[in-house]
């Protein structure tokens, strides 16, 4: 696999980029600034020459005259060059500064306002079916995900399994986030079975012997590593009662196989509309981050049970989205769609599945998914 186009557009100021570890960052940023001054933190003397006296930064801008754009590879290893990247920022406007990430909780544990909103906070994701139109395979990318790591290497599936251990090493262990690497590996597999569900902290404290805020901290460590996110009711002129309790997503289908732990007792399609789910949600959630109107991601679910698997709200438009792993749909798998469509008569709703046509049912949008997830592309309508 070559060079991928991203649909992801840097702005012209300086930015924040973060994203998973393994989503191409470096690579992306290689390619699009090729004159760029890299600052890479992952190596080991880089990181002790620049976090033990960070103003070695502005000497290293500084001595680089003809130079205009200046990329820190991994900052939240050294937050404290911020203050100095913001001092420089503050003495010449037309020099660029590219930060990347993929870990906010050391950054957000210290204090750090990201430059003052100096610089803007970006987010690149794993690929888009549309990125790779020619290579995407529904079968093959449910079971190793969009990673573009995953997904360039000679074995997916022996780069996937060693994708969580190398994040629970050189993130969760070396940077001392949890005193018991044990409890936390446990709780991994634990909280695969919450996956497109919504999150019972004291169920999964339970099962772990562990009391709820401990499980709510391992939860925060997994977002501030950009591993997992929380999809949080849409209640905007709500009608009904509404479960406020949030959706629990790992971020990539792949990843969140690789951690599920399966048997001869786990049922084959509970983990199929869980992966499916995923593999949409990571879909959606870079729609919205790559399009220049604003959005955001939500579900919406009523207190008797009533479900719409994803909700899309801002600028961009009002969406409602399910998704059904079947090839044959019944009159059952409108039943939320039709109620959000009740409370919110604007919205556009869309229903995903596996069959091969598309067509148009009471109002709804039936739409094959991998044709919904080829055609997806930033800026355009769903």
Partial sequence: MGIVKRFFKPPDDSFFLFGPRGTGKSTWIKHIFPEGKIINLLEAQELRHFRTYPERLKEFVLAEADAKTFIIDEVQKAPELLNVVHDLIELKKDWQFILTGSSARKLRRSGVDLLGGRAQLKFLHPFMASEIPDLFDLNINLKYGMLPLILKAKSSLDTLKAYIALYMQEEVQLEGLVRRMDQFGQFLEIISFSQASILNYSN????????????????????????????????????????????????????????????????????????????????????????????????????????????????????????????????????????????????NCILLYTGQHKMMTEGILCIPLSLFLLNLTPNQPL
Wanted: proline fraction near 5%; hydrophobic fraction near 35%.
């Fill in 204 to 347: 999964i404290a339970r099962e772990c012997h562990v009391n709820s805020k401990t499980v709510q901290n391992y939860v925060q460590i997994l977002e501030d590593l950009l591993l997992s996110i929380r999809l949080p009711v849409f209640e905007k002129r709500a009608k009904r009662e509404l479960s406020m309790s949030p959706k629990f997503y790992f971020f990539d289908c792949g990843v969140f196989q690789s951690i599920r732990p399966l048997g001869p007792l786990d049922p084959a399609g509970e983990i199929t509309g869980q992966t499916l789910e995923t593999l949409v949600m990571q879909h959606l959630q870079a729609w919205i981050d790559y399009s220049t109107q604003s959005g955001k991601l939500y579900f919406w679910r009523t207190r008797s049970g009533v479900e719409v698997d994803f909700v899309i709200y801002g600028e961009i438009g009002l969406y409602a989205i399910e998704v059904k792993s079947t090839k044959n749909l019944n009159p059952q798998d409108f039943r939320g769609l039709k109620e959000f469509k009740k409370d919110y008569p604007e919205s």
